[in-house]
């Protein structure tokens, strides 16, 4: 039992807009701890996709957004692409004094 | 270049410990944070703690306090995680991952070891 909750999967045709959501609480993201975002493509290590809740950093395209409202965050992917066919996962810090991560979503390129 | 090159693959018996080591390289050791994140197969991803790699000090997840040890070597860039009491369910792949900031300042993790993968089975 993950203390972000994301939806399991996703999915989009090459080209369409994706989102992806990130349910948090009041001693998370509600508390205003920042959210990051991380892809992980098969059998690879996460790589950071979005930091502070809307910042990519150097060599990630564009296409990835991020945003965060109340005790939410939103993952955008626009101009789907195969290679973008990963999980992603959701990250934030928690008032326990501890990181916490999403369940991840397995995003399927049609 | 940033890497953080982690040790191989263990195979251990409930009951055991196992230690893990994370050599860093390309930035200055103890200008960041370092984390162990685990993941069970075809699981999520699970944050078990922090240390600090200038002054050493710790911070664990609830779940593995008691359980966990984590140290680093500054002469020799690298963090240690030892695991203890290794229980089917701790199977998984083990990640370093580095942070500028600790994690209550909106620490990320801007950079990961390639995993270690460890086995528990009798």
């Known amino acids: 039992q993950s203390v972000l909750t994301q939806p399991p999967s996703v999915s989009g045709a090459p080209g369409q807009r994706v989102t992806i959501s990130c349910t948090g609480s009041?001693?998370?993201?509600?508390?205003?701890?920042?959210v990051h975002w991380y892809q992980q493509l098969p059998e690879t290590a996460p790589k950071l996709l979005i930091y502070?809740?809307?910042n990519r950093p150097s060599g990630v395209p564009d296409r990835f957004s991020g945003s965060k409202s109340g005790t939410s965050a939103s993952l955008a992917i626009t101009g789907l692409q195969a290679e973008d066919e990963a999980d992603y996962y959701c990250q934030s810090s928690d008032s326990s004094l501890s990181a916490v991560f999403g369940g991840g979503t397995k995003l399927t390129v049609l | 270049q940033v890497q953080l090159v982690q040790s191989g693959a263990e195979v251990k018996k409930p009951g055991a410990s196992v230690k893990i080591s994370c050599k860093a390289s390309g930035y200055i050791f103890t200008s960041y944070y370092m984390h162990w994140v685990r993941q069970a197969p075809g699981q999520g991803l699970e944050w078990m703690g922090i240390i600090n790699s200038s002054g050493g000090t710790t911070s664990y997840a609830q779940k593995f306090q008691g359980r966990v040890t984590m140290t680093r070597d500054t002469s020799t860039s690298t963090v240690h995680m030892e695991l203890s009491n290794l229980r089917y369910e701790d199977t998984a792949v083990y990640y370093c991952a580095r942070s500028r900031f600790h994690v209550t300042a909106d620490g990320n993790f801007d950079y990961w070891g390639q995993g270690t993968l460890v086995t528990v089975s009798s």
């Open positions: 009041s001693s998370n993201i509600g508390a205003g701890y920042d």
């Open positions: 502070a809740n809307n």
